[in-house]
């Protein structure tokens, strides 16, 4: 099973991307997905989480309002759309698939974790 996450660089500070998360190997339509991201020398925060039909959808506090979590189930893949975005914004991004149909802030919530995307917000 493979999650593959993609569409990290560089971004100016107010700009905007949108990050993608394909699964091979098997489908994730009964599960929840997630976003996490690391910093440099910080712990893996959680970023944002949706449920498996897109009814629920959880968000980290430090970006509500910013980002925007969506998932296309007849593709396999989970969006991560990330608007405003700030100097503390940068870090790797990963995907994750839950144990469950429903997403976690929790980590350890997730089974599956895809390879990480990098972005940074710099002038």
């Known amino acids: 099973v493979q999650l593959q996450a993609s569409g990290g660089g560089l971004v100016q500070p107010g700009g905007s991307v949108r990050l993608s998360c394909g699964a091979s190997?098997?489908?994730?339509?009964?599960?929840?997905l997630g976003w996490f991201r690391q910093a440099p020398g910080k712990e893996r925060e959680f970023v944002a989480g949706?449920?498996?039909?897109?009814?629920?959808?959880l968000y980290g506090d430090s970006v509500k309002g910013r980002f925007v979590i969506s998932r296309d189930n007849a593709k396999s893949t989970v969006y991560l759309e990330m608007n405003n975005l700030k100097p503390e914004d940068t870090a790797v991004y990963y995907c994750?698939?839950?144990?469950?149909?429903?997403?976690?802030?929790?980590?350890?919530?997730?089974?599956?974790w895809g390879q990480g995307t990098e972005v940074t917000v710099s002038s």
């Open positions: 994750a698939a839950a144990r469950t149909a429903y997403a976690s802030s929790i980590s350890t919530y997730y089974q599956y």
């Open positions: 190997r098997r489908t994730f339509s009964n599960n929840g």
């Open positions: 949706i449920s498996w039909n897109s009814g629920t959808t």
